[in-house]
């Protein structure tokens, strides 16, 4: 299991990384279409990015929160997966 960090962060302030971590799991590895992916809740919803331990605040994760405890858009960056980094962001 790799040292992770998880914060709670707002879009207007992690959009890059929070975009990066998205772009790289569903748009680039597993195809998803980007009006899929990009689908404008973003912007109301409660985001929290992983960081490794291993380097200061290099992202390696993400996931968000709808109203009604909707958990989505969970990913994990390739090189990190099976780490335990998921059951961060979810605890």
């Not at 680039?28 to 912007?43: I, K, M």
């Not at 909707?70 to 390739?78: E, S």
Request: with cysteine.
């Amino acid at each position: 299991m790799t040292n992770t960090r998880v914060a709670n962060v707002s879009w207007e302030s992690e959009r890059v990384a929070l975009r990066d971590i998205r772009g790289q799991v569903f748009i680039t590895e597993q195809n998803v279409p980007l009006e899929l992916e990009w689908d404008g809740l973003d912007e109301q919803a409660e985001h929290f990015i992983a960081y490794s331990g291993e380097a200061v605040n290099v992202p390696i994760g993400c996931a968000r929160l709808l109203e009604g405890h909707k958990i989505g858009r969970m990913a994990v960056v390739k090189s990190y997966r099976n780490q335990g980094v998921g059951e961060s962001l979810l605890e």
